[in-house]
């Protein structure tokens, strides 16, 4: 059974940084297989960043000031986020779509909060 298990949200002041964990267990992943969302309220779920065509991408509103990364050794993928701002304010996931016994599904986390507020 694979299970993705966010962690490392929190309350943070304008400026400062976060970084989310995504832990992935029941098989290897690589950072390929993983994306991260976010949803704040009363929006539409808006993807953040993933890897396409072997290259790590970002949304427009966060590039520059969020990155990807991953423990080979933990399976965890992480999310670096700098400068944060008010508007980054939202339930973080991650996301796998993985092939399971010759078809794909798509894996959510939990979701992990991130405030950031003065």
């Known amino acids: 059974q694979v299970q993705l298990v966010e962690s490392g949200g929190g309350l943070v002041q304008p400026g400062g940084s976060l970084r989310l964990s995504c832990a992935v267990s029941?098989?290897?992943?690589?950072?390929?297989?993983i994306d991260w969302y976010r949803q704040a309220p009363g929006k539409q779920r808006e993807l953040l960043a993933y890897v396409g065509g072997g290259s790590l991408r970002y949304a427009d509103s966060v590039k520059g000031r969020f990155s990807l990364s991953r423990d080979n050794a933990k399976d965890t993928v992480y999310l670096e986020m700098n400068s944060l701002k008010p508007e980054d304010t939202a339930v973080y996931y991650c996301h796998a779509y993985l092939n399971n016994g010759g078809n794909y599904f798509h894996y959510w986390g939990q979701g992990t909060q991130v405030t950031v507020s003065s």
């Open positions: 029941g098989r290897s992943i690589s950072i390929d297989d």
